[in-house]
T-cell receptor
Framework: SQTIHQWPATLVQPVGSPLSLECTVE??????LYWYRQAAGRGLQLLFY??????ISSEVPQNLSASRPQDRQFILSSKKLLLSDSGFYLC??????????FGPGTRLTVT | AQTVTQSQPEMSVQEAETVTLSCTYD???????LFWYKQPPSRQMILVIR??????QNATENRFSVNFQKAAKSFSLKISDSQLGDAAMYFC???????????FGTGTRLQVFP
C-alpha cells in the first residue's frame, strides 16, 4: 500500500533563516506531487506541483521554492523565511483516479 | 476561473442524527471530479468521498453520501448517524483535467454533540 511521509512534524524558525521540508511517497512510482499551505482557519492554497523528476510548476509567486530530486521525493525550501510563511504545510500525491492523498503535514512557525 | 463555495462556516449536529453540508462550484467544464475531504484536529486531510461529473448516480461511502446536482452545480455531503468522531473541518474540492489541480472551498466546521 502507498504511504506518504512528511518531516519535520513541527518547526519553529526565526525570520531570515532557511527552510527545508521533505515529503516522500512509498509504494508507487512517478506520482504527481503537490505542496499546499493552510493558514490558520483557512482553506488550502496550492503552492507547487510536480509531474516528474525536475519538473516543478509554481502557483503563487513567493520566496518559497520546490524541488524533486528523486521520483518519490518532493522538497519545499526557502532561503530566507518571512513571518508570513507561517502555516501548516501539506504534501499530497495523486492517484490515477485524480484522488489526492495527503501527508500528516508540517506546522511551521516563523518567529 | 473555477471556484468552490462553502457557505456554511459552521454546522452542528447531535450524535446519531443526520447533517448536510453544502457546496457549490462554478465551472464551464463538462467533465470533472468533485471530492469531500475531512480534516480532524490532527489536521491530516482524509478523503471521504468522490463523484465523477459524468455519473448521474450519487456516490455513497457507508454513512456518507452526496447529492450531486450537475445543472445547479451543487455537491452536498450528507452524514447519517453522526458520530463524535465525525467532528472536523470538511472541505469540498473540484478537479478538472484542464488544470490538473484541486480547488478547495474554505471549509465547514462540523461539531457533533452527544
Amino acid at each position: 500500500s502507498q504511504t506518504i511521509h512528511q518531516w519535520p512534524a513541527t518547526l519553529v524558525q526565526p525570520v531570515g533563516s532557511p527552510l527545508s521540508l521533505e515529503c516522500t511517497v512509498e509504494g508507487t512510482s512517478n506520482p504527481n506531487l503537490y505542496w499546499y499551505r493552510q493558514a490558520a482557519g483557512r482553506g488550502l492554497q496550492l503552492l507547487f506541483y510536480s509531474v516528474g523528476i525536475g519538473q516543478i510548476s509554481s502557483e503563487v509567486p513567493q520566496n518559497l521554492s520546490a524541488s524533486r530530486p528523486q521520483d518519490r521525493q518532493f522538497i519545499l525550501s526557502s532561503k530566507k523565511l518571512l513571518l508570513s510563511d507561517s502555516g501548516f504545510y501539506l504534501c499530497a500525491w495523486e492517484r490515477t483516479s485524480y484522488e489526492q492523498y495527503f501527508g500528516p503535514g508540517t506546522r511551521l512557525t516563523v518567529t | 476561473a473555477q471556484t468552490v463555495t462553502q457557505s456554511q462556516p459552521e454546522m452542528s449536529v447531535q450524535e446519531a442524527e443526520t447533517v448536510t453540508l453544502s457546496c457549490t462550484y462554478d465551472t464551464s467544464e463538462s467533465d470533472y471530479y468533485l471530492f469531500w475531504y475531512k480534516q480532524p484536529p490532527s489536521r491530516q486531510m482524509i478523503l471521504v468521498i468522490r463523484q465523477e461529473a459524468y455519473k448521474q448516480q450519487n456516490a455513497t461511502e457507508n454513512r456518507f453520501s452526496v447529492n450531486f446536482q450537475k445543472a445547479a452545480k451543487s455537491f452536498s455531503l450528507k452524514i447519517s448517524d453522526s458520530q463524535l468522531g465525525d467532528a472536523a473541518m470538511y472541505f469540498c474540492a473540484y478537479f478538472t483535467y484542464n488544470t490538473d489541480k484541486l480547488i478547495f472551498g474554505t471549509g465547514t466546521r462540523l461539531q457533533v454533540f452527544p
